[in-house]
């Protein structure tokens, strides 16, 4: 796969699944920003993890553990193979759990470049290339005033020009899983976070006490993504 002229945003999934497209798919110099806290992440992490439902379909049969009728199957990433272990050993991780630390995060960066992994025989010609990637990036503007298009504008081109500059090819993902709290607040029953509207500008209010809508215009947080990134769905991102 050569590397996307354009950035491109997932579709809403599990954090496991997207920690696999980035082993998958990258090399070095590749950056994981987690848009929250460190311990917030591992929770989710975690959950994903105790997750029964099936395995990701896209996965490699050879990624996949041996199992027998009286041992559960554990999930791939919890299987210490040497290729995980170096794959995953060439990814450089960081936490932003605010909107200016993401910003000055993007604004300093300067990626790695001292090592770089070694070739797979397992792996295809031009199936690996250097990411930066980010997960939460729309879902951290949500407790913030520039929870809006906006403000969206101005944090997405922040990081267009940084992977930019630095060779990288962007990826952006969040989250399918909503949990019904208040954080979550506006992306309705679908569960696909880019599909909530926001305000066009930022510092844009709420009225109508609890059915609370936004004052003025809005706009689906895809529309805003669209004009940066192209949309894919794993398995389907060549």
């Known amino acids: 796969m050569p590397v996307p002229c354009t950035p491109i ?20 110099p590749t950056i994981l920003l987690i848009c929250s806290s460190r311990e917030a992440f591992l929770q989710e992490l975690q959950a994903s ?15 996949e553990p041996s199992t027998n009728d009286n041992h559960p199957a554990l999930h791939p990433l919890l299987v210490p193979t040497i290729h995980l272990i170096a794959k995953s050993r060439s990814v450089n991780l960081a936490f932003v759990p605010t909107l200016p630390h993401l910003r000055a995060y993007l604004a300093t960066y300067i990626p790695n470049v001292e090592s770089e992994p070694s070739p797979s025989a397992a792996t295809k010609p031009g199936s690996q290339y250097p990411m930066l990637a980010i997960w939460g990036l729309a879902n951290l503007h949500r407790s913030t005033a520039e929870h809006s298009a906006q403000g969206l ?30 954080e979550n607040e506006g992306i309705g029953n679908s569960g696909n976070p880019w599909k909530e509207q926001v305000p066009l500008l930022s510092g844009s209010v709420r009225f109508g006490g609890e059915d609370r809508m936004w004052a003025g215009k809005t706009v689906a947080i895809e529309r805003v993504v669209r004009r940066w990134c192209r949309f894919v769905t794993i398995g389907d991102e060549a």
Do not use: W, Y
């Open 153 to 182: 504008s101005r944090s997405l081109a922040a990081a267009v020009e940084t992977a930019k500059l630095n060779g990288q090819s962007l990826v952006l993902a969040e989250s399918s899983v909503v949990d019904g709290g208040v």
């Open 9 to 28: 945003a997932l579709a809403p999934l599990v954090c496991t699944e997207f920690i696999k497209f980035i082993l998958r798919h990258h090399t070095t």
């Open 49 to 63: 993890l105790n997750d029964p439902s099936p395995q990701d379909p896209t996965a490699d049969s050879k990624d």
